[in-house]
């Protein structure tokens, strides 16, 4: 279980981890699996085993031979579709077409041998994929991108989300944050907020692995799901490129009363450009990706240009100057450069040496519903995301190998009106003014004030080693250490206690950017059986973490400030050590159906911004003469990590040639959430600090069916029903609970993401070379809200007591093959809300538990102007695709 670390433990300087995972490093003990495995038996007719049979994978260096009981493995083999040769002396030759290998898993391949006297030409197999994989111990999805190609999708996060159990980012009920997201292997996430730091394009991936259930030992800080992104490798025979276009616009009929200043249909509103080339480069078994993408989305929000910032009106009298020029302009609008870059070297024998980037530089304005007629006026927002590094995989022999890895994650976030705080537009517009009396208070002159910064650079040094020891057991041995430099705040603000305007760069009672250097160290030992059919997955991580800053050893005297109370030091946070078991077997009950059960124990230290943010405990020097509100909720960087125990039992079963059906129950007991708790002081004042006091529990099951209706037509649906109950949605729920005067003692209700039914389904119409046509149906029932009554007086009823509308999204895909001038290509037409449904689980009134209603119209006359309380109505794309190679 979880706990602070002995005093021997704590001992341990964070210099020694360093040293010890640099030496583990630099003696190749190396790196996480991110290659699939190829194993089978070669027999002949009368199940006979056939020794020494060659399996190669056509392409390639990589190839196994039979033992003596006719079994064969492959390790190390990078995801893809591969076509596989076995052959044997006095047999026939057997060429297997579209293997798919996966990430972590093993691909099973039973060959039949037919003996012949004269040598025939090689018999030629298609190999399908299974509907079910029957052979998994939890609920894993994974697409590869001939899958992905035909979803309406265009980025990472719209594949995840069409994911059974995925609801607006929360998977199976836990909180957001909880993901862990891989690209090739190593963690993107942002530790500021345990977001993924970069973004992808399909158009670079070649297979996702989305995991909704429980995971193995080496993937650590999540407690909901992984999702790890294979990015495409070159060929070495030919240089192969992409590019694709297109544009569109949001097409809505209701733009006079939800969608305002929409009418007029602009088909460059969405621009996307891409290209992609991959291939040899000229060096010996060398090859490379690139590819780039620019992308603009004017959005379907919008803003008039009646004032300017600047605009000097007399607010008393109400008489106004605006000097605006009076254009419709884009107040939702986001722009994109992002770019992959991937170099493989194979040249080494059984070495091979990897470098891969992949950046991001996007600037983008957030609505504000107040500024949409001084639109100037608004903060923009921009981010700036690069994660690149090192790989080297060693193959030691047929039956073992290692990978090292050594990655930066940078991402550097900014939300400003202007980069300066001293910038001396700041002073000439001043504050943002308005008046009730025109347009309900909008803004007609001043600028927004506020000013934010996060900036945040984390090295992690990632080896494994990975063995097949007997023909049953894979042994995965792997260690990582992560540091990071966090620096966030607002970089210069102005103090809110002056009449006048008066910038700040830092003081003491107004803090600006302050810099962190978090450090983690994590070690995981995995073992893989596989006996026949059975699967078993049993392994353990043991996680250290230590924030690296100091905390009062008395949080009664937090500042040592209390006069003739025990003396308060500032001390070192301490460092926090986990150890998490973990299991899953697959049984077989068929031969094409099996039974599989999973448990997990599952840790993850909050975003550390949570930890850090307002933890200078100097603050509450004066805390007697005042109440806790007036210094917000105090960091802790005492934290623990979050836990999560994890059950689920399932039944996968194929039935027939077509038909495939998975159901799996699952169980999350979720303890040490990040909350908030009061604590006294010995002169009786409160103030609030996070801690670990939030819990919840999630239970549920869901049922995923797959159909192939004919040669040309296939069919998916995805089912799931879950409660998602806790004490609070969100860290800060109790504090805003007490603030406003309620109850904040803990209780237990629906979550803010509590959607009891989920339904996905995709229908795909494909003729290969030919057309393709895809819809995607997403069904959810309401998610909670609390219901107000006499809501001009503030009164609400229970919290998240009520239920909104259920929701229903159908989006689709179509595309047709061409050939232009010689080269391949294809048109496609994509339409996002077909329907245009207008409001799903986002903004309702507490008195109507509707969007578009309240019965407290004059008191909400602003928001029910607020176009941004929608669902984004239809969006309609249109594009070119074409591709090709040369040698």
Request: proline share 5%; net charge negative.
């Amino acid at each position: 279980m979880m706990h602070s670390t002995s005093s021997l433990i704590r001992c341990v300087p964070t210099r020694l981890l360093l040293i010890v995972a640099v030496f583990v490093w630099a003696a190749s003990t190396a790196l996480a699996d991110t290659k699939g495995k190829l194993t089978g038996t070669v027999v002949t007719k009368t199940n006979e085993p056939v020794i020494g049979a060659h399996v190669v994978l056509v392409g390639t260096s990589m190839g196994g031979a039979t033992d003596i009981e006719g079994t064969y493995f492959i390790l190390n083999i990078p995801p893809g579709v591969y076509e596989v040769r076995v052959g044997s002396v006095g047999f026939g030759a057997q060429l297997f077409r579209e293997v798919r290998i996966s990430a972590g898993q093993t691909t099973t391949l039973k060959v039949v041998l037919v003996e012949e006297a004269v040598q025939m030409g090689e018999v030629v197999v298609t190999a399908e994929k299974p509907i079910v994989d029957v052979r998994q111990t939890s609920s894993v999805t994974i697409l590869g991108k001939d899958q992905i190609g035909v979803l309406p999708v265009q980025e990472l996060n719209d594949i995840i989300n069409l994911q059974a159990g995925v609801v607006d980012g929360h998977f199976r009920g836990g909180r957001t944050g909880e993901v862990q997201y891989q690209v090739d292997g190593v963690s993107v996430n942002n530790p500021y907020d345990n977001s993924s730091s970069v973004r992808l394009d399909r158009s670079v991936i070649e297979e996702v692995q989305v995991i909704s259930g429980t995971f193995d030992a080496e993937y650590g800080q999540a407690m909901s799901g992984v999702v790890n992104a294979v990015l495409k490798s070159g060929s070495e025979d030919a240089i192969e490129w992409s590019a694709e276009i297109y544009g569109g616009d949001f097409v809505t009929p209701d733009n006079a009363s939800r969608y305002p200043r929409n009418a007029n249909v602009r088909p460059n509103a969405i621009q996307n450009y891409q290209l992609s080339v991959s291939g040899p480069t000229g060096l010996d078994k060398t090859t490379f990706l690139i590819g780039g993408r620019r992308y603009v989305n004017e959005g379907f929000l919008f803003g008039e240009r009646r004032f300017m910032p600047g605009d000097d009106n007399e607010l008393e009298t109400l008489t106004l100057h605006p000097t605006g020029d009076g254009k419709i302009v884009p107040m939702g609008w986001s722009e994109e450069w992002s770019g992959q870059f991937k170099l493989m070297n194979r040249s080494l024998g059984n070495v091979s040496i990897s470098y891969q980037a992949i950046g991001q530089y996007s600037e983008s304005q957030r609505y504000q519903h107040m500024f949409r007629f001084n639109p100037d006026g608004a903060t923009e927002q921009s981010s700036m995301s690069l994660s690149h590094g090192f790989e080297v995989t060693h193959t030691v022999s047929d039956a073992s190998f290692y990978t090292v890895s050594l990655r930066q994650n940078y991402y550097r976030y900014t939300d400003y009106a202007f980069e300066d705080v001293f910038d001396a537009r700041y002073i000439d517009y001043g504050r943002p003014f308005g008046d009730r009396n025109y347009e309900y208070g909008a803004f007609v002159q001043g600028v927004d004030l506020s000013r934010f910064k996060q900036e945040t650079s984390t090295y992690i040094i990632k080896a494994s080693v990975t063995s097949q020891v007997t023909s049953a057991h894979l042994v995965k041995l792997g260690v990582e250490y992560q540091t990071s430099e966090m620096t966030f705040g607002p970089p210069g603000l102005f103090d809110p206690y002056s009449a006048f305007l008066r910038p700040i760069v830092d003081s003491r009672d107004n803090p600006g950017l302050r810099t962190y250097h978090p450090t983690a160290f994590a070690g995981y030992l995995q073992d893989r059986m596989e006996i026949a059919d059975f699967r078993m997955r049993v392994g353990a991580r043991l996680e250290l973490f230590n924030a690296n800053t100091t905390v009062p050893s008395d949080p009664q005297n937090p500042a040592n400030s209390i006069t003739d109370a025990p003396s308060s030091e500032m001390i070192d946070s301490k460092i926090k050590v986990a150890l998490a078991p973990r299991v899953g077997i697959s049984y077989p009950i068929t031969d094409q159906g099996s039974i599989f059960f999973s448990y997990g124990h599952f840790y993850q230290m909050p975003g550390l911004g949570q930890l850090f943010s307002n933890s200078d405990y100097t603050l509450l020097r004066d805390l007697q003469t005042g109440g806790w509100t007036q210094f917000g909720v105090m960091g802790n960087p005492n934290l623990e990590p979050e836990f999560t125990i994890q059950y689920e039992f399932g039944v996968k079963m194929q039935l027939g040639e077509s038909f495939g059906v998975d159901v799996s129950v699952f169980s999350k007991d979720i303890r040490n959430l990040l909350g908030v708790e009061f604590v006294s002081t010995y002169t009786s004042a409160d103030y609030a600090r996070f801690t670990n006091v939030d819990f919840g529990e999630v239970r549920g099951f869901t049922l995923a069916v797959d159909q192939r209706l004919g040669e040309y037509l296939t069919a998916s649906l995805d089912y799931t029903y879950q409660l998602a109950l806790g004490n609070s949605s969100d860290a800060r729920e109790t504090a805003n609970r007490a603030a406003a005067g309620e109850d904040p003692r803990p209780r237990q209700v629906p979550l803010n993401w509590d959607q009891r039914h989920s339904l996905n389904s995709v229908l795909t119409l494909l003729k290969p070379q030919d057309y393709t046509v895809t819809g995607v149906l997403r069904f959810g029932s309401g998610q909670p809200y609390t219901p107000t009554v006499l809501s001009r007086l503030g009164a609400n009823l229970e919290t998240n007591s009520s239920r909104k509308d259920p929701y229903l999204i159908v989006d689709v895909r179509s595309e047709k093959s061409v050939n232009l001038f010689g080269v391949n290509g294809a048109v496609f037409l994509r339409v996002f809300n077909l329907f245009n449904t207008h409001q799903v689980n986002g903004f309702v009134f507490g008195d109507t538990g509707s969007p578009d209603y309240t019965l407290n119209s004059a008191g909400n006359a602003s928001i029910l102007l607020d176009p941004s309380r929608f669902y984004a109505p239809r969006r309609v794309e249109i594009g070119l695709s074409v591709n090709g190679s040369f040698r």
